[in-house]
């Protein structure tokens, strides 16, 4: 109960003031330092179970990885992966070997990753195949990302943001086959089109804007502010890929002849920072995943403008100050 509200101390003066500590309250201490990024904690509570004699499950096991997942403890992870498997004859589902292969991701050993599942003979599942494709692209490693997007590609996905994920990889590298490819198995599997829309709270009134939007009254002043800001970005490093990349279904807004091309996000972030007083943080929301222009453009926007910039979109929050976000640049794969 205490977890759920998110006060750990609570929870933890909870527990340790029980009378008695059955499975499930160990269990769920567990995965209560787990979720707080409490990883130190979370292991030596895991160690304590066990001496206390207390059986840890799968689910115990999911808590225990995340955390040295998050944490990018690998010989832990890997330690207690095997321990699940011999001591406690846990048979890994695919959160276990989820939390291994995003730990690996996550530090940028992409080939770890491949040798991990090779290992194992686990057989990834769509959201882990994307997450190694955007994983490996992040990373530079465009051989393993090309060879993780065929596996994908058998999968015949059903989640349109894989799509989006690997058309955007396959026109950043120019390769036009594939993206052919990737757009006849879009029909033939009548995954839809992909909406980009955000909004932004301003004094209670709502305000929705979708790619290349000019309908908002201020548009002019939105499109200069956001000129301006991606001339001084540039100046500071801020280099836009070179592809434009996709996030936005064909039939949005085309951008005006000779003007920029902007997601949504941007357009709402800059209404934010028109509106709102200065030092005030600015809330957007997404419908879907940002775009790593976007994700790099708005950090040095928060630097630039002295701002907090929060972006919800649809896989996490990204918390933008001084020129960082919150995601470590982990969510901004795509
Ligand atoms: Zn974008
Ligand atoms: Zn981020």
Redesign the pocket.
């Known amino acids: 109960m205490y977890n759920k509200c998110g006060c750990i101390q609570d929870a933890n003066k909870a527990f340790l003031e029980m009378p008695t500590r059955t499975f499930v309250t160990w269990t769920s201490m567990i995965s209560g330092y787990s979720q707080h990024g409490q990883p130190q904690e979370a292991i030596q509570l895991f160690e304590e179970m066990r001496l206390a004699g207390v059986r840890p499950n799968e689910i115990t096991f999911v808590s225990l990885l995340s955390a040295c997942s998050y944490a990018g403890l690998v010989e832990e992870a890997e330690h207690y992966f095997d321990m699940m498997k011999k001591e406690y004859c846990i048979e890994p589902v695919v959160d276990h070997y989820g939390c291994m292969i995003d730990m690996f991701v996550r530090l940028g050993r992409v080939e770890d990753a491949f040798s991990f599942i090779k290992r194992t003979g686990f057989e990834p599942n769509e959201a882990i195949w994307s997450s190694l494709v955007a994983g490996c692209r992040s990373h530079g490693n465009m051989e393993l990302a090309f060879y993780a997007a065929d596996k994908l590609l058998e999968l015949k996905p059903k989640g349109i943001e894989t799509y989006i994920l690997l058309l955007n990889m396959y026109i950043s590298t120019e390769r036009w086959q594939d993206v052919a490819r990737v757009r006849k198995l879009m029909k033939q599997e009548d995954v839809g089109i992909l909406r980009?829309r955000s909004w932004i709270t301003i004094k209670d009134k709502v305000y929705f804007f979708r790619a290349n939007d000019r309908t908002h009254p201020q548009a002019t002043e939105l499109y200069q502010l956001l000129e301006n800001l991606l001339e001084k970005a540039k100046a500071i490093g801020y280099e836009p890929y070179q592809n434009a990349?996709l996030?936005d279904s064909e039939d949005d807004e085309k951008p005006a002849a000779g003007s920029l091309k902007h997601?949504s996000?941007?357009l709402a972030v800059a209404l934010g920072l028109l509106q709102t007083p200065p030092g005030a943080t600015v809330r957007v929301t997404k419908n879907i995943t940002?775009?790593?222009?976007?994700?790099s453009s708005i950090k040095l926007f928060s630097l630039l403008e002295n701002r907090e910039i929060i972006v919800r979109d649809s896989k996490r929050l990204h918390k933008f100050k001084d020129g960082r976000c919150s995601c470590g640049d982990f969510g901004a794969l795509l």
């Open positions: 980009d990349e996030s997601h996000e941007r940002m775009c790593r222009d976007c994700h």
